[in-house]
């Protein structure tokens, strides 16, 4: 399966076609950013990571019955997977209060919290992907119905405790994370985008320290080094 034309660039990724119209390719990129864009760089080998850790965490949601777009990791930075129409909603899932939940709500960083929280963001970086709730959803369209949200939320919720799991066992906390859907050609709602500490914020059962892009919004430095020993303790290393 080869690259034809770049059908979209984002700032982890590159959408490629091929010659089977049903299938896409993402080329997984080096940059970096965060704060809708205004901090930038960039990282080698950090999309290769991102690639092989999401290869990973799409087989074992496969396996657990979530539908998603992955079909095969073709190299280091690509990966084959179904065209989907994206639903211009990101979706928010927290475990523990940190980062714009804290800021925003004066909630105590690192507070777990009683209940796992869905929160809905515009996929729209002009607006600056400002939040939603199901109102918004309906009046811009986003979904056809209630039942679509409802839908989103209770994947999001499952994933969330699959992954929870599964990263406990690793000696990985999950903290919060964010994912995407899409439609497929049979109008399915299925999980797209990346599964990668450029979207998780995962921290360390025993020191709490960061094992995500925090480490590059907070200038902590040591983010390569970081993704690799989540892929490690993914693989069982």
Known sequence: MEKKSLVYEGKAKKIWSTEDEGLYI?????????FNGEKKSSEAGKGALNNKISTELFKYLNEKGIPTHFVEMLDDNHMLHKK????????IVRNIAT???????GIEDG?????????FDYKNDELGDPKLNDQHCLILELVKDEAELDYIRYMARKINELLKAFYAQRGLTLVDFKLEFGRDINDNIILIDELSPDNFRLWDSESGESMDKDRFR???????VA?????????GK
């Open 26 to 34: 993402s080329e997984f990129k080096d940059d970096l950013t965060a």
């Open 84 to 91: 989907a129409d994206v639903i211009l909603i990101e979706v």
């Open 99 to 105: 980062g714009s939940l804290s800021r925003n709500l």
């Open 111 to 119: 507070k777990v919290l009683p209940f796992t929280l869905v929160e």
């Open 218 to 224: 907070k200038g902590l430095g040591g983010l390569k």
């Open 227 to 235: 993704y690799e020993e989540v892929l490690n303790r993914i693989l």
